[in-house]
């Protein structure tokens, strides 16, 4: 048997990505590096426009970006170059210092962000709050919609938001219908482009909005003879280059901290949301291996020391060019210098080309790209979290007062308001229906304590209690102070029942149990299990038992009903486990189910294992109501289609899933210590096959079971394996080479072979290790080899458990113009 060292998720474990030790260019690089670069000409040219820098400085950084930044940097995919995020940054320094020292401050912020990834601190960058980045861009977007609006009217921007404001009714009064109207068709073009039906809408679409707004507005202006600023290049010869810096040197290091700062966190999460878009990707099949943020950052230092060097705007990652460059098909960090390297091509060739483009076409699309910095999705989900507070000061900050300060600002808001939240609990008390109700919402610290006590002691010690818990979070205090009324409140006769969303708690007491955390499994460990001490819910019963006995029905356990047909100890734990979920989960999920109940099942994926008890579908996939088509049987068994004795149940289900319910995949799901397939290594001891014994349902359902048998003793295939070690014994080797072997069974029903060949259906072999608690996926392909000749069997690849990222780390830039490159599509990824 031929095994494999276990697969590692920082690498990629697929075909391995073009642009090795042997420079190649796979051609989806080549086609997606042309469209990456048909967006950023544009908007390079607009975005160094808008800082007032010279228009080279532009085309500079977005060839720095892609050579430099592309080659160096950790997220294979990025696209860097210049960004709108750093434009009010860039253009309140060029008015300050002038270009020149611009360009030095530039180098330092490249030499600071090189510091910082020395430190490896790039992954604390995404601790900020997304309602701060989120409102620090759409400050920013705001104030570049202002600026380019005057130059969209005809007319030149103030030196700051306030200031364009203001001067809006004097520009409004004196129009350049010549600007208005190519400003105008420029604004038409992007936003109509994108949803042009049918063929020729697909068709036309291969070429981005921005190039095709900004080609038409230019060819309109030419043909009608409207006279216009346009685009003047001068000789890179005369091309201005970096300074030594002048100025106070609290000034200087405060802009230097501001384009780091800034310019690092657009980057990393850039590069976050980059890895989302890969790993949502199904073709081209090449595993991406995921972000390097301390690289990346170190990456781009590199960038803006050689972009500021060479005279040109700060560098950072891009994710309007980073998914078009996703979505175009790209598969290694070539395509982006690909994109580098024809911007280089295009400034200095396509000057003649590029100085026909007027100003106004240029303004009107960095003024699209800052309305839509404004996100509404991103705001949406700022409110839905309640943190719309921080978001509006920070916008407000940053567009009043500037970048640096505003996010400032909007930190000091986020922390008083978390301070508020923290230390804000409500606790209410009332009695119903001769209940005492106690509720507490908020989060418990030791400052709710004296309240929450005093609520407590309140009520009459021979009393029943209820007290509901809303909040995320208790401290020790307030579950010591709980924990301690609670025991005295039984002792004394009364009854305690906590309930509602109960919160963890930062330590429990003693107990031998308390290592337990799977909480939504506790009642059926062992048929009869004490929760810990940590679950307040299951805390032990209150008063002595009754005269009908500990269990009797009304006592024990928050004395849960159980009806009369369910008096037996299994019968109990059943009605015991129904009463919890009618309580705990039924209301979390009657809304979905609700759903579910109108639209139907539309599950996307048909889930095949074995019966056993230990294996908990739901809980090793991490899936829910509707999520999965499941069957079941004894030894996850696919019967052939036409054997004798075939059963029709595993073929109706195969059959609806596949042509009813179009599942995408199916997943054979086999695991350790198989009584099935012991039972299948004992049958000829036993001599059932033989017919010296009595041929029971369940022997002959096991028959089917037998080409898995004969495969692990056959000499035609090598044994199926887990990598990195053999198999633990015969019944472990039977267990793994059974899942291949009904991967084969399922191949013959016509229902699959069918979807199989129309490229709609998906077949995956899973082992599950019980005493493990691990997973482990067929190795893709595996299931077709095998073979003695081949000399590799069938391998199964442990599951790594999955990166616990913060909140923020799952938080994508806002896009600017969004565009739709050759080829692109939305996809989504298999839910297994």
């Known amino acids: ?267 990393l999460l850039s590069a976050v949301a980059v890895d989302k878009l890969v790993a949502a990707r199904k073709t081209p099949g090449v595993r991406i291996p995921r972000a390097r943020l301390d690289r990346e950052l170190a990456g781009q230092g590199a960038g803006n020391m050689v972009s500021g060097a060479l005279g040109g705007l700060p560098v950072t990652g891009v994710a309007v060019r980073s998914s078009a460059n996703v979505a175009a098909g790209a598969v290694s960090r070539n395509s982006t210098m690909l994109h580098g390297l024809w911007v280089a091509v295009a400034a200095l060739l396509l000057v003649p080309v590029l100085d026909l483009i007027p100003l106004a076409a240029l303004a009107a699309l960095v003024m699209v790209v800052g309305v839509q910095m404004v996100n509404i999705t991103h705001l949406r989900s700022v409110q839905r979290n309640r943190e719309l507070l921080v978001y509006a000061a920070t916008v407000t900050s940053v567009v009043f007062t500037g970048v640096l300060e505003g996010v400032a600002i909007g930190i000091a808001v986020a922390v008083a308001v978390a301070l508020h939240r923290l230390t804000r609990t409500r606790i209410t008390a009332e009695v119903r229906d001769g209940v005492h109700r106690v509720c507490a919402r908020g989060q418990l610290t030791f400052l709710a304590v004296p309240r929450l006590s005093r609520m407590l002691h309140q009520v009459p010690q021979d009393a029943r209690c209820v007290v509901e818990l809303d909040g995320s979070f208790m401290d020790h205090a307030a579950y010591e102070a709980l924990y301690d009324w609670r025991t005295a409140h039984i002792a004394q006769g009364g009854t305690a029942e906590i309930t509602g969303r109960i919160p963890g708690t930062i330590a429990e007491p003693p107990s031998a149990e308390s290592h337990v955390r799977c909480r939504p499994w506790i009642p059926w460990r062992n048929h009869h299990h004490t929760a810990p001490l940590g679950s307040l819910t299951d805390l032990p019963a209150g008063p002595p038992a009754s005269p009908g006995g500990p269990d009797a029905p009304g006592e024990g356990r928050g004395a849960l009903p159980v009806s009369a047909p369910l008096a037996s100890s299994g019968g109990r734990q059943l009605a015991s486990g129904l009463s919890f979920f009618q309580r705990d989960t039924a209301p979390l999920v009657r809304g979905e189910l609700a759903r579910l109940a109108r639209e139907g099942q539309r599950p996307s994926h048909l889930f095949l294992t074995c019966a056993d008890s230990r294996l908990v579908t739901s809980m090793i996939t991490s899936s829910g109501p509707g999520d999965l088509f499941t069957v079941r049987n004894v030894g996850n068994l696919v019967p052939l289609p036409g054997t004798d004795g075939a059963d029709d149940s595993v073929a109706a289900a195969i059959e609806y899933a596949v042509e009813v319910l179009r599942v995408e995949s199916i997943t054979v799901c086999g695991h350790s210590g198989c009584g099935a397939m012991q039972a299948l290594l004992a049958a000829p001891e036993r001599g059932t096959d033989a017919g010296q014994g009595p041929v029971t349902p369940l022997a002959r359902w096991l028959r089917h079971g037998q080409p898995s048998l004969a495969r692990m003793r056959s000499r035609r295939h090598t044994g199926a394996g887990i990598a990195g070690r053999p198999p633990a014994d015969t019944v472990e080797q039977l267990c793994l080479t059974n899942v291949v072997q009904q991967l084969e069974h399922l191949r013959a029903h016509e229902a699959v072979a069918r979807a199989l060949s129309e490229g709609r259906l998906e077949l995956h072999g899973m082992y599950f290790h019980v005493g493990e608690a691990q997973a482990y996926l067929l190795a893709d392909g595996a299931e077709a080899t095998g073979s003695a000749e081949a000399g590799q069997g069938a391998v199964f690849n442990p599951v790594a458990p999955a990166v616990r990222e913060e909140p923020l780390a799952v938080r994508e830039e806002p896009a600017a113009v969004r565009e739709e490159p050759p080829g692109a599509q939305e996809r989504e990824g298999s839910p297994a």
Not at 193 to 203: D, E, L, Q
Request: aromatic share 2%; charged share 10%; proline share 7%.
């Open 1 to 267: 048997m031929i095994t494999c060292v276990p697969t590692r998720t920082d690498r990629p474990t697929g075909p391995t990505p073009p642009g090795g030790r042997r420079f190649r260019i796979a051609g989806a690089d080549f086609s997606a590096s042309v469209s990456v670069f048909l967006i950023a000409l544009p908007l390079s040219l607009g975005i160094a426009l808008a800082t007032g820098a010279p228009l080279q400085a532009g085309l500079v950084a977005a060839a720095v970006g892609g050579l430099v930044v592309g080659r160096l940097g950790g997220a294979p995919l990025q696209v860097s170059g210049p960004a709108a995020g750093l434009t009010v940054v860039t253009a309140d320094l060029i008015q300050r210092y002038g270009w020149r020292t611009t360009c030095a401050i530039t180098i330092c912020a490249g030499l600071a962000q090189l510091a910082l990834a020395a430190l490896r601190v790039a992954r604390s960058a995404l601790a900020v709050s997304p309602a701060i980045v989120h409102g620090m861009l759409a400050g920013i977007g705001v104030t570049i919609a202002l600026a380019q609006l005057h130059i969209v009217l005809g007319g030149s921007p103030q030196s700051s938001a306030v200031a364009n404001v203001r001067g809006l009714p004097a520009q409004l009064a004196n129009l350049h219908p010549g600007a208005l109207s190519v400003s105008a068709l420029t604004i038409a073009v992007l936003l109509l482009w994108p949803r042009i039906p049918g063929r020729t809408g697909r068709t036309v679409r291969k070429v981005p909005a921005a190039l095709a707004a900004v080609a038409l507005a230019t060819t309109a202006a030419a043909l009608a003879g409207v006279r216009l600023e346009r685009v003047d290049l001068p000789s890179w010869s005369s091309h201005a280059m970096p300074e030594l810096p002048e100025g106070p040197v609290l000034g200087l290091l405060a802009a230097v901290l501001t384009i780091t700062l800034v310019g690092s966190v657009e980057s």
